[in-house]
Each structure stands twice: as C-alpha cells, then as structure tokens.
C-alpha cells in the first residue's frame, strides 16, 4: 500500500543551524502539507502546498520556515534558523484533492526534530 | 475561531468493554471531519471520513457518526491492541480563497487492559 515517507527519522541540530527535513508524498496526490506536534500537544497545522506554491499557512510559518518541492518526488521543510521551541515532530502528509472523497490526509511517520 | 474538542482525555477499558469517545466542533463551512489513531512516536493513521450529519462509517471493532455538533467513536468489544490515542480533526473554509484547513483535537488516550 502507497505510504508518505520522511528522513531522517530523528535530527538533532544546534540552535541557530538550519535543517532540512525530507518527505515523499504518495505519488499520485496533488496536496502537500507539514505539521508539528511539540511533545504532549495536539497536531498543528503548519503549511499547504499545491502546484509548485504554498496555498496556506498557519501563524507559526513564518520568515524561518520554507517548503520546497525540488524534483517531482520529494517535499521540504527547511527551518533557516532552529530555536529551542522548535523541538518537536514534524509530519508530512499528502492527499489527492480538497474536496469530498479525495480530501483525507495521509502522514508519515514524522521528524522528531531536538534542538540543542 | 475554530475549535475542536475530544472527551475524555484519557480512558481506561477493560477487554470487551464498549464505550465511545467525544469530539466536539465549532466551524464554519465543514468540508470533513477525520478520525485517527496515533501510537506513541508515530504519525497519525487515517481510520475514517465523515462528511454530513447522519453519515456513520464502520471499520471492525471501530464505528464514527456525525452530528450537526459532534462526532463519536464508538469502540465495540475493544482489545489490548486498540490501545492507541485517537485524534479528530475538522477541515473547513478558511478565508475567502476556497482554502481548507485543518484543525485537530487534543485526542483521547485509550487504554484496553486484558
């Protein structure tokens, strides 16, 4: 069964670095999202992307943030400049469309991302 | 603003012991309500759509219905591998550029002991 996929599994960064972190969508969805979920909290939504362009974005994207899709399989989110608060699990998630019957999300395993 | 809202925070079964989880919402322009279960340390796997009120969706010891107001997960003879947090998540209009957003719970703690 087609999975959304994310490397690495754990990334341990100093603060100030920036980092990448990697995703692969199922291949036939159109829609690319992230999310984090900080330990003991609820999933936020972090970002939308469709058609080579972010489509949305919660408050907590900011200048720091950016998402990319640079070949025709994978997806980023590169944080420029990692702070302690970002320490969490970033999931990617995919779904065909946006509308009835072809809006569910499909996430992957996630990024647990510590910063240092 | 919108808001989702699951009850209990954390439930204790025993085996075999039915019970149902709460997710309570207040949006605007509901375009799907999600379930999902999530283990400890692992994404959130998908179980269920639900799109109107009155729709109830099924999958083995698992069934989802829809009001106006409110969904429920409704556990039947649950099993020690059922143990699992469950999450709801709403997806509605944001802004007036078709968009969607989607906004989960806090989610529920099930726990099943043998």
């Known amino acids: 069964e087609p999975e959304v996929t994310q490397t690495p599994s754990h990334q341990v960064t100093q603060m100030g670095q920036e980092v990448i972190l990697r995703c692969v969508p199922i291949?036939?969805?159109?829609?690319f999202y992230w999310y984090r979920q900080i330990l003991g909290q609820k999933v936020e939504f972090l970002v939308s992307?469709?058609?080579?362009?972010?489509?949305?974005k919660s408050e907590i994207f900011d200048d720091q943030f950016s998402v990319e899709r640079p070949d025709g399989s994978n997806f980023t989110l590169k944080i420029r400049s990692t702070k302690l608060e970002d320490s969490a699990m970033y999931f990617c998630?995919?779904?065909?469309?946006?509308?009835?019957?072809?809006?569910?999300?499909?996430f992957g395993p996630g990024t647990r991302l510590t910063v240092l | 603003e919108d808001q989702v809202t699951q009850s209990p925070e954390a439930l204790r079964l025993q085996e075999g012991e039915s019970s149902s989880l709460n997710c309570s919402y207040t949006v605007s322009g509901l375009r799907g309500l999600f379930w999902y279960r999530q283990d400890p340390g692992k994404g959130p796997e998908f179980l269920f759509t639900l799109y109107s009120a009155g729709e109830e969706k099924e999958k083995e010891r698992l069934k989802a219905t829809l009001t106006k107001k409110e969904s429920f997960l409704h556990i039947t003879a649950p099993k020690p591998e059922d143990s699992a947090t469950y999450l709801c998540a709403v997806q509605a209009l944001f802004g007036s550029g078709g968009y969607q957003k989607v906004t989960f719970g806090t989610g529920t703690k099930l726990q099943v002991i043998p």
């Open positions: 998630a995919s779904s065909v469309g946006l509308y009835r019957g072809s809006n569910e999300q499909f």
């Open positions: 291949s036939n969805h159109l829609y």
């Open positions: 992307f469709y058609n080579n362009e972010i489509s949305e």
